[in-house]
């Protein structure tokens, strides 16, 4: 996740507590989740699309036995971080609202605008913004009568049972202000309608945040302006400049600010002027006053853009008119032909409801840049003209690991492009784009090349390469890493244990850039580049340099190659040894070479054992890692270390387990508190979503720059799935039900299939998979040694634990 988690207090070790874990998961409860059973009696959606609600991800779940010690008191439970907004897929425009007062409250590690929980709105935003809309620009909010300055936002109640969501919309109704509020955009635009009771004072306040900048009210209908907030760290794609248009003149005007650095009632001075038409400074604004009668209705429509000229190009080229349902009807129709490709029979409403809810979450990275055609200014500062639809960079520490996976089956031709813009801010910037933490871009070029999606695979070969081997790029403590291997921590003086969140997270580094090597390894040998293959074919070995094996455990070192004491492997560090994740989480991750781990661990038997381990030792450390929620023992849900932990059965012999565990997680994880609407930690642009998409699917890609699919537990009787190619790929579970979750024997294409696992090659030209299920694992299925998937490092043969 890329965001701030602490630790705080003392380590104190734990026992592991060993779970028979077969007898265990077969008896899990079947019960409904709290949220499914609150779900009210729906029609069968008229369309897919029909299906979705942007609103699931934007709760926190409501479990204790979920949330573990989550939050730290005085802080809000992280939710999904997920948007309800009016969006596009990909789109870096959204229209959106924001019921958190980011800038006097204390939000979660990252600046999420909407928390479903929270009962007032503070305003409405328009723009992009950065990974998360919370610094999104203008802030724009419909108010009747009395106003304040921001950053006391004058803020409104509203119904939860009168907000609606869905691909493309958003609607709430401000009961403080009598005023509906309806949210739509285009690829470039945003659309806001308010429909307002009678009133001589019907405002709409528009501002910049705290940084400010600039901001003038141009005419009658028109107010434009430029955000100071447009530093390397914050910046939109979109660009700093806004241009708003209004559907009808205003009756009265003024411009605003505040002034945060001389403190007077607790808020700061402010500057409120009447009919002057421009200002600047801290959270510069505007005010504009219409004279309406019951049900009357004012329209916004708002574009950015590098230059103001750009944003006004914006707007006639998307939002000539005053259309808000033609608008709203054509994202509807965008969306629609994308779910369109994804059928699915059988579940539960609420099932359905989170199958597409989440394949919506999914599609919100990485997000357009320009259109083919269109201007852009690239990683340096200039204008370009994009020779191909233009995609900012890809967040590969996070969906780098599934949904460019779920991508690549459904739109191979974004991928081509996405693939085009990272190559091209490679050549901007020298180095591929890195993500956070890792390295990650190869994840993508590798599996798109076993996908056979075409593309010059040699030309980015350059600046993967250069990733993997320039001290001086993008991969931090690089030289230590090829010098020795692995890549130590620094034991901060006086505080050996949690919170620690200065460090350099040497022993999860050197796994990550170990599963990198890896894949650029065999993607090197693709190129026919020998010696690279080799170099970097040892290098994916690393991963066994900061395994201790005197604990079990992936383990620190200090620079003299000791390892760090004491370490408990209970405690969920942030940037200390680990990243984000504890011991427990971060030694699973070896998805490139599973057998080798196996093995370390002391065969299938020891391995499985330690799975077990995993998924039942209770998970109660003193430090608290805030977005890690969705417990089962130590395995955390809400982040991304361990999430493919769960098919690791398939390696080492009892698949069955991992049915079980998906079933599970696909029931408790996702909407099973009151509002039907919660996810564990949080979606990171669409990752925990593409998790929920390929799981409920029956299969999840443990290593996406593999060609390779592992097979879970498919949640619908039915789901047809029409691959970008135009191949249809079937999964049909045969006697499914939230009992029958066991796998019993399956086909494809009418044949036996015996594996736990398939190749992409497999099911390239379409496919049906058939599965029987039942209500008891069938341990024959899929648990022969050599049905185990591909892995690095080859099974001893005839080895059976």
Not at 554 to 577: C, H, L, V
């Amino acid at each position: 996740m890329t965001l701030h988690a602490h630790t705080a207090g003392a380590v104190r070790p734990i026992r592991p507590r060993l779970w028979p874990l077969a007898l265990s998961l077969a008896a899990l409860s079947l019960a409904l989740p709290l949220g499914a059973q609150q779900q009210r009696a729906q029609t069968v959606p008229r369309q897919p699309v029909d299906g979705a609600s942007p609103l699931v991800g934007t709760a926190p779940l409501d479990r204790q036995d979920l949330i573990g010690n989550a939050p730290p008191p005085g802080e809000p439970l992280y939710s999904g971080i997920t948007s309800p907004g009016a969006r596009l897929p990909h789109s870096a425009t959204e229209a959106a609202p924001v019921n958190v007062n980011l800038e006097l409250s204390y939000p979660t590690g990252v600046p999420t605008p909407y928390h479903y929980p929270n009962p007032t709105m503070f305003a409405f935003t328009g723009g992009g913004g950065s990974s998360y809309g919370g610094r999104a620009e203008p802030m724009i909010m419909p108010v009747v009568g009395d106003w304040t300055v921001p950053p006391v936002y004058t803020a409104a109640s509203y119904d939860k049972s009168r907000e609606t969501a869905s691909p493309g919309y958003y609607a709430v109704h401000l009961d403080t202000f009598r005023t509906q509020v309806e949210l739509t955009a285009t690829a470039r635009t945003s659309l806001m309608r308010f429909t307002f009771p009678e009133s001589q004072r019907a405002n709409v306040i528009l501002n910049l945040r705290r940084k400010g900048g600039q901001v003038e009210v141009v005419d009658a209908r028109t107010i434009r302006g430029m955000s100071a907030s447009d530093g390397a760290k914050e910046r939109s794609e979109d660009g700093p400049y806004f241009v708003a248009e209004f559907s009808k003149p205003f009756a009265a005007l003024g411009t605003f600010s505040s002034n945060q650095q001389h403190v007077g009632w607790g808020i700061g001075d402010k500057d409120v002027a009447p009919d002057r038409r421009s200002v600047s400074g801290q959270h510069a604004g505007a005010y504009v006053t219409f004279h309406t009668k019951a049900g009357e209705q004012v329209l916004v429509k708002l574009a950015h853009g590098h230059s103001y000229a750009e944003a006004e190009q914006r707007l006639r080229a998307e939002s000539k008119g005053w259309d808000f349902d033609g608008v709203r009807a054509q994202a509807r129709q965008v969306w629609a032909r994308l779910f369109d490709r994804v059928q699915i029979s059988g579940g539960t409403p609420q099932q359905r409801r989170m199958f597409y809810s989440t394949l919506f979450q999914s599609f919100a990275s990485p997000r357009l840049v320009a259109h083919k055609g269109e201007r852009f200014t690239d990683r340096n500062g200039k204008v370009q003209v994009a020779q191909h639809d233009r995609y900012g960079p890809v967040p590969f520490w996070d969906t780098g690991r599934n949904q460019i996976v779920l991508m690549m089956l459904l739109e191979p031709d974004v991928v081509q492009d996405v693939m085009r813009s990272e190559l091209e801010m490679a050549r901007e910037r020298g180095y591929m784009n890195t993500s956070f933490h890792g390295d990650h871009a190869i994840f993508l070029y590798n599996g798109a090349r076993q996908r056979d999606i075409d593309f010059d695979y040699a030309d980015a070969y350059t600046y993967l390469r250069r990733n993997a081997t320039d001290p001086a790029g993008p991969r931090g403590y690089l030289e230590e890493y090829d010098r020795q291997g692995w890549i130590s921590d620094i034991v901060p003086e006086g505080n050996p244990s949690p919170p620690y969140a200065g460090g350099k997270a040497g022993a999860d580094k050197t796994l990550e850039y170990a599963w990198d090597d890896h894949a650029l390894a065999d993607y090197a040998q693709a190129m026919g580049k020998r010696d690279d293959a080799q170099l970097f074919s040892r290098r994916a070995s690393n991963y066994r340099n900061v395994f201790d094996a005197s604990v079990g455990f992936m383990r620190g070192k200090t620079a003299d190659g000791q390892w760090i004491s004491p370490f408990d492997p209970g405690e969920p560090y942030y940037n200390f040894m680990m990243k984000e994740a504890s011991g427990w989480s971060t030694v699973w991750l070896v998805p490139h070479d599973v057998q080798g781990l196996m093995q370390l661990l002391g065969g299938r038997e020891a391995f499985n054992r330690k799975l077990d381990a995993f998924f039942s030792t209770p998970y109660a450390p003193k430090g608290i890692c805030r977005d890690c929620t969705g417990m089962i023992g130590q395995y955390v849900h809400g982040n991304q270390p361990d999430q493919h932990a769960p098919y690791l059965y398939a390696w080492s012999g009892q698949p069955w387990k991992t049915q079980a565990l998906v079933r599970q997680i696909l029931r408790d994880m996702y909407g099973s508190d009151a509002s039907g609407n919660g996810y564990a930690g949080m979606d990171d642009q669409g990752a925990t979503s593409s998790w929920y998409v390929l799981s409920a699917m029956g299969f999840y890609p443990v290593d996406p720059s593999s060609p390779d699919y592992i097979i879970g537990s498919p949640l619908f009787d039915a789901a047809k799935l029409r691959m970008g190619n135009g191949k249809l790929l079937e999964v049909v579970a045969r006697n499914n039900s939230e009992a029958n979750r066991y796998i019993q024997s399956a086909t494809l294409n009418g044949k036996p299939w015996t594996k736990p696992w398939f190749s992409h090659k497999d099911i390239a030209n379409g496919g049906r998979f058939e599965f029987v299920m039942g209500p008891a694992p069938n341990q024959d299925w899929g648990s022969a040694p050599g049905a185990a998937p591909p892995s690095m490092s080859q099974a001893p043969v005839g080895s059976e634990g």
